[in-house]
């Protein structure tokens, strides 16, 4: 049984250049994490999350090669690259945009701190760095933020990334965040907000992480009076994927959390969010949605906490999951949890299959099995899909789902 990681790899240690704070801070998470219970199906927030793949897993440090970027953006725009876990430091910046290393005082703490592979993290990360979007910022193209892996052949790198995020005052902006990588590989990645009064903020999060891959992915936002958050998170690969989605929302702040799952083989992916609503007025929507076959499992456990003070809370949590096969399963968990008495919440959880009626619908219309069930899968997707700010990023999943799912009728999307 495996009681700890710590043995599997070498220290990390911060740059030469960092604070001594920071190395303060660092020597003491280790020696924390170092301390903790590796989780377990018998721990609640993992019961459903077999860790055993890890059990043989001996970790090495990411190679210096540096991998080719793949993600056409716009000219003007800006790209934050981590190449093998390292943050390649642009030699420009755009008006209104300032990176800089995170002033140690302004580390979050936070439920997450109890988190097994959450202060790994913390604690071996190399370096962290603020992001500030200052009102200045006028730009209309996204902000890339692309984390790229090429893994070990026969053995594990073992990669972290970390940012923080503010986004000033009335300041609106597109993000997207991307993953991509090959071979073998483990990523534990957080990236924290700081949203301040009347910002507008929309997040793509697109995950393409290799089979062979264990990507754990920590968000933490901070979402100030009157502002707003839209996430979309369209997950596939990974041998085991675990998102970690924490919101606070303050007074008459609004929060739309997506996620689209798709899994195959053997693949195992866990939704973990929790979105406290600590003030009055705030509203949030959670649409998750998962599709399952072969012997792949998801997992969805969505806790929405409505504090004793926030009344006119408006919250809503949907869970919808499409089980392909007979060995593929869904694990769902949708939870309320109300202290206030003037609140308008509700939730709800679906598990299903395609309907053989509209199977039958399509075939008799002309369409093979296979095409049929492809089409039903899409159409089960695309309402989330089109939630994508970006209409070049949308139409490209789209389109990356039609030719995964063998929809030829469909054709090119428009």
């Not at 704070?21 to 459903?48: C, G, H, N």
């Not at 012997?295 to 006119?312: E, P, T, Y």
Request: glycine share 4%; net charge neutral.
């Amino acid at each position: 049984m495996v009681t700890s990681l710590a043995p599997r790899f070498p220290a990390v240690e911060l740059k030469a250049g960092a604070s001594p704070i920071w190395r303060t801070l660092q020597r003491q998470d280790q020696e924390v994490w170092s301390s903790m219970a590796f989780p377990t199906l018998k721990d609640e927030d993992w019961k459903y999350f077999d860790l055993s793949p890890l059990r043989d897993v001996t970790y090495v440090l990411p190679s210096d090669q540096r991998a080719p970027l793949s993600l056409q953006i716009e000219p003007s725009a800006l790209r934050l690259y981590w190449n093998q876990g390292c943050l390649q430091i642009p030699t420009s910046l755009p008006k209104g945009i300032i990176l800089r290393p995170l002033d140690p005082k302004k580390r979050l703490s936070s439920k997450l701190d109890q988190d097994y592979f959450f202060r790994m993290n913390q604690a071996f990360f190399s370096e962290v760095y603020e992001l500030r979007i200052q009102q200045s910022f006028e730009s209309k193209d996204p902000i890339y933020l692309e984390n790229i892996l090429q893994g070990s052949d026969d053995q594990v790198s073992l990669a972290f990334s970390r940012l923080h995020i503010v986004v000033e005052s009335g300041v609106k902006v597109q993000i997207v965040n991307r993953f991509r990588g090959s071979n073998a590989y483990h990523l534990i990645s957080a990236i924290s907000f700081k949203i301040q009064n009347e910002a507008l903020v929309d997040l793509e999060r697109l995950q393409y992480d290799s089979a062979q891959s264990f990507h754990f992915s920590y968000l933490q936002a901070h979402i100030g009076r009157g502002a707003h958050l839209g996430v979309r998170t369209v997950g596939q690969g990974s041998r085991l994927r675990r998102d970690v989605p924490h919101i606070h929302l303050e007074e008459a702040s609004t929060v739309e959390l997506d996620g689209l799952c798709l899994l195959k083989d053997q693949q195992l992916a866990d939704t973990h969010s929790f979105i406290h609503h600590a003030h009055p007025h705030a509203r949030s929507r959670q649409l998750h949605k998962c599709i399952v076959q072969d012997r792949s499992k998801a997992i969805f456990n969505g806790q929405i906490l409505v504090a004793l003070n926030a009344q006119q809370t408006d919250a809503q949590q949907q869970s919808r999951n499409l089980v392909l096969g007979d060995h593929a399963s869904i694990d769902t968990k949708p939870q309320l949890e109300i202290y206030a008495d003037d609140v308008k919440c509700s939730h709800g959880a679906t598990i299903g299959q395609l309907d053989p009626d509209e199977l039958f619908y399509l075939q008799s219309r002309g369409f093979s099995e296979s095409s049929a069930k492809g089409l039903l899968t899409f159409a089960f997707a695309s309402d989330l899909l089109g939630h994508i700010r970006v209409p070049i990023l949308q139409k490209t999943l789209k389109q990356e789902m039609i030719e995964q799912l063998h929809v030829h009728t469909l054709g090119e999307l428009s």
